[in-house]
């Protein structure tokens, strides 16, 4: 498999159930370009976005699970960059699904960069508030 994106240290939130769900988004991503590249059928793509949107929304739940349960201050904030992500990546699905859009390179280029920095800054503030309440790797 091809990686657009390489787990590593920089990622890492502490919080093993977070990372985890980090490093299952990211196989997705990696998946999804190397269909890209491979010139997979549209139909292999669409399960494959599909997946992603799928698992996205359950991951974006754990987070905002943890959150509200230890009244994370910075929770309106994060819940709606999770709620633009959602909204993005719906948008390029619907338009895939209708032919109006192909997968490209800008498009794995937006899930890797909003990914990568969205776990970097914003995530990462949310596993040190999460240690300092207490949370260990569940």
Not at 95 to 100: E, H
Not at 118 to 136: A, M, Y
């Amino acid at each position: 498999m091809y990686e657009l994106i390489k787990w590593n240290n920089e990622l890492e939130t502490k919080i093993e159930e977070i990372d985890s769900q980090h490093k299952k988004l990211i196989q997705i991503i990696n998946k999804l370009y190397t269909a890209m590249l491979e010139k997979k059928a549209k139909n292999i793509l669409k399960d494959i976005i599909g997946e992603l949107i799928d698992y996205t929304k359950y991951h974006f739940s754990t987070e905002e699970n943890y959150m509200e349960k230890y009244n994370y201050p910075g929770y309106l904030n994060h819940k709606s960059q999770h709620g633009f992500f959602v909204r993005k990546v719906n948008e390029f699905q619907e338009k895939f699904k209708s032919g109006s859009a192909t997968l490209s390179i800008e498009i794995l280029n937006f899930l890797k960069d909003w990914l990568v920095n969205h776990i970097k800054v914003v995530d990462k503030e949310l596993g040190k508030f999460l240690i300092e309440k207490g949370v260990k790797d569940l």
